[in-house]
C-alpha cells in the first residue's frame, strides 16, 4: 500500500511540476510582448508549491503572516521539501546550492526558472551570488536564503554563514525570518528520518520513501520583526537569535545522539 501510494503522488508530483513549468516557459516567451515575466513566474511557482504540497501530503501550520516581496528572508535548512513549503507560502526565488543542478528533472526545472546557483567550494562566487540578489529582490519577489549552508536532523539551528548577507548589512536592508520543521502522525516513522535530508541516502531514494508517508504536518514560523545591522557577522548572529526563538525541534538532541551513537555534528571553520 505504501509503495503504490508513492508511485501515486510521484505521478501526480511529475504531472503537476511539468504543467507549471510549461506555463512558465509561456509566460517567459510572452515577455516579448509585454507580460510581467517575474510576476507571472512568482504566481506560478507558489501555485506550483502549493499543488505539491497537497499532492504529497503537507499540511502547513505555524503563525505570523508570510512577507510581502521586496524581501530578503532568511531560513534555517532541513530538507528538499522547505523549497516546496516556502514556495506554497511566498512569491521568491531562492538561492540553492549548484550540486541541485544534477537532480533529476528537479534540477534542470528550477535551473530553467531562475533560480540562483552558488558554488560554496569557490570563494570567488559568493560575490557573483550576492550581486545577483541585490538585482533580483523588487516588488515581483523576494530572495530566500539558507545560511546555514546544509540541512540537519533538525535538534538545533546550525551556525549561520554570513558570507550572503553582505547586501542586507551593507545597505541595512531589513531581513525576514522563518522557522521550518516538521511532524508525522504517531502511526509513521519519524520526521527525523523520513523528511529531513541530513545523511548520504540518495535524493530519489530519499524523496520516494518520503512520498510513502500518508501526510505530515509542515510548522512555518514566520519572524514577527525585521532584523537590521551593518555587521553582516552581526546581522548572521541576530538572525539565528531570531530564527532559534521560532524554531520548534524535529527532535531533542539527546533522543538522537541515542538513536544514532555514530553521528558526527557538522564542523564549520
Known amino acids: 500500500m505504501n509503495f503504490l501510494r508513492a508511485i501515486i503522488k510521484l505521478s501526480g508530483f511529475l504531472v503537476s511540476t511539468l504543467f507549471f513549468y510549461f506555463l512558465i516557459m509561456l509566460c ?5 510582448v509585454g507580460v510581467n515575466y517575474e510576476k507571472s513566474r512568482g504566481y506560478l511557482l507558489r501555485s506550483w508549491g502549493k499543488v505539491c504540497c497537497w499532492i504529497i501530503g503537507i499540511k ?46 528537479i ?29 533580483n529582490i523588487n516588488t515581483n519577489q523576494g530572495i530566500i536564503i539558507f545560511p546555514e549552508g546544509t540541512t540537519s536532523p533538525g535538534y ?39 523528511i529531513c535530508w541530513w545523511d548520504d541516502t540518495p535524493f530519489f531514494v530519499h524523496f520516494f520513501n518520503l512520498l510513502k508517508l500518508k501526510s505530515f504536518t509542515a ?26 526563538e521560532q524554531f520548534v525541534p524535529v527532535i531533542s538532541e539527546n533522543e538522537f545522539l541515542k538513536q544514532n551513537r555514530e553521528f558526527t555534528p557538522i564542523a564549520f571553520s
Open 156 to 194: 538545533e539551528i546550525l551556525p549561520f554563514r554570513s558570507s550572503l548577507l553582505k547586501y542586507p548589512a551593507s545597505r541595512e536592508f531589513p531581513v525576514s525570518t522563518v522557522a521550518v520543521s516538521y511532524r508525522t502522525n504517531r502511526e509513521e516513522a519519524p520526521a527525523y528520518d523520513t
Open 219 to 244: 510548522v512555518v514560523n514566520f519572524g514577527s520583526d525585521q532584523v537590521m545591522a551593518s555587521d553582516r557577522k552581526l546581522l548572521a548572529e541576530r538572525l539565528k537569535s531570531d530564527i532559534e
Open 107 to 135: 534540477g534542470f526545472i528550477i535551473r530553467t526558472c531562475g533560480i540562483l546557483f552558488i558554488d560554496r567550494h569557490r570563494k570567488r562566487d559568493i560575490t557573483r551570488v550576492n550581486k545577483l540578489i541585490s538585482k
Open 28 to 32: 517567459l516567451f510572452a515577455s516579448v
Open 60 to 105: 502547513i501550520e505555524g503563525k505570523n503572516k508570510p512577507p510581502e516581496p521586496p524581501f530578503l528572508l532568511v531560513s534555517n535548512h532541513l530538507s528538499y521539501i522547505d523549497i516546496f513549503v516556502l514556495f506554497s507560502q511566498l512569491r521568491c526565488l531562492f538561492v540553492a546550492k549548484s550540486d541541485v543542478k544534477t537532480w533529476p528533472l
